[in-house]
């Protein structure tokens, strides 16, 4: 058993390589070990190519015979870009397959460990199983809801502002902190914000890190920009926004049907989805069903208070995450978070911290909603 937790470690390590690369396909890890020695490693890196266990197969080459496959998720058995996982393994001689967790996948869900047993390998799973599924939480909240896994970052001075009285916002926090982000950027499907934060400040929304900022990322090929998602639900984008000069893609959803600014909004590059909604505001859930059809994983929110606020008060967000600068921004700065409503202390959103590490000078405090 201790050598079940050692090895399925190093291959938990090994599919963290993949976190920026492998959308829409879930991070994977896999390592073989014959004779107590290992004889092969390989992860998942993007999708369309080789999956872990094919790579760590190719690896160990005619050592794989007899050896234990160590698979961070349950080993596909179905035909999608690439072939059966578990068919490699039963052509190789693999005697053994430990699997963190089964695949949250309904075309697979056990039907890879059952073609497995079926072939007489040994075939178990559940080793590391927090640890393999904390890998993928966007796949698989995917597989069982059919919407991705969300996140909203949020920054704010010590007295918890994210503006001065007159809008005034950059920068709160410092260099490291913001590079920080960068790196959440880098590993979220999409990135969601606000038509008020395109109007006040025209972000880019892209990641702006070189690939050997980011652990995994062999070239800028592998490098993929997440898709950029504007709310606006009267379609007040300009087509002269400047995320719309970038590479990657940018979608627009909204609850108007003003088709000739659609139409220039479509010529400067994006993409004009209607989604249900009022006038001044979509439907939060219509948009995740949305994101969740493209085969989104994980999102980002990077918007002003009042879509975070409308996103928590829904309990549509599942990390929230606050970078909190050490300094003070005054009584008449702008709050964290627009929620109307909440009067009494039994109004109150209850949150559990995960976690707070310092980030330079400031702080990163992750918290999700309470069970």
Known sequence: ?????????????????????????????????RDGAVVGEGWHRRAGEAHAERIALADAGGNAR?????????????????????????????????????????LV????????????????????????????????????????????????????????????????????????????RARSDAIVTGIGTVLADDPSLNVRLSPDQLPGVESADYLLQPL?????????????????????????????????????????????????????????GAVLDELGSRQINEVLIEAGPTLAGAALAAGLVDELIVYMAPHLMGDGGRGLCHLPGLEHMADRIDLTISDIRAVGRDWRITVQPAT
């Not at 160590?70 to 053994?96: F, K």
């Not at 659609?262 to 249900?276: M, R």
């Open 1 to 33: 058993m201790r050598d079940d937790h050692r090895h399925m470690a190093r291959a938990i390590e090994l599919a963290r390589r993949g976190l920026y690369t492998t959308h829409p396909n879930p991070r994977v890890g896999c390592v073989l070990v």
């Open 66 to 106: 007899g050896a234990t496959a160590y698979v961070t998720l349950e080993p596909c058995s179905h035909h999608g870009r690439t072939p059966p996982c578990a068919d490699g393994l039963i052509e190789a001689g693999v005697s053994r397959v430990v699997a963190a967790m089964i695949d949250p996948n309904p």
């Open 109 to 184: 869900a056990g039907q890879g460990m059952a073609r497995l047993a079926a072939a007489g390998i040994d075939a178990v799973s559940g080793v590391l199983e927090t640890d393999a599924a904390a890998l993928n939480p966007g796949f698989i909240k995917r597989m069982a809801t059919g919407r991705p896994y969300v996140r909203c970052k949020l920054a704010m001075s010590l007295d918890g502002r994210t503006a001065m009285a007159n809008g005034d916002s950059q920068w709160i926090t410092g260099e490291d902190a913001r590079r920080d982000v960068q790196r959440l």
């Open 228 to 284: 950029r998602v504007v709310l606006d639900s009267r379609l007040r984008m300009p087509p002269s926004a400047r995320m719309l000069s970038l590479p990657g893609q940018t979608l627009v959803l909204t609850v108007a049907e003003d088709l000739d600014h659609g139409v220039a909004l479509a010529e400067a590059g994006a993409e004009v989805i209607t989604l249900p909604g009022q006038r001044d505001a979509l439907d939060l």
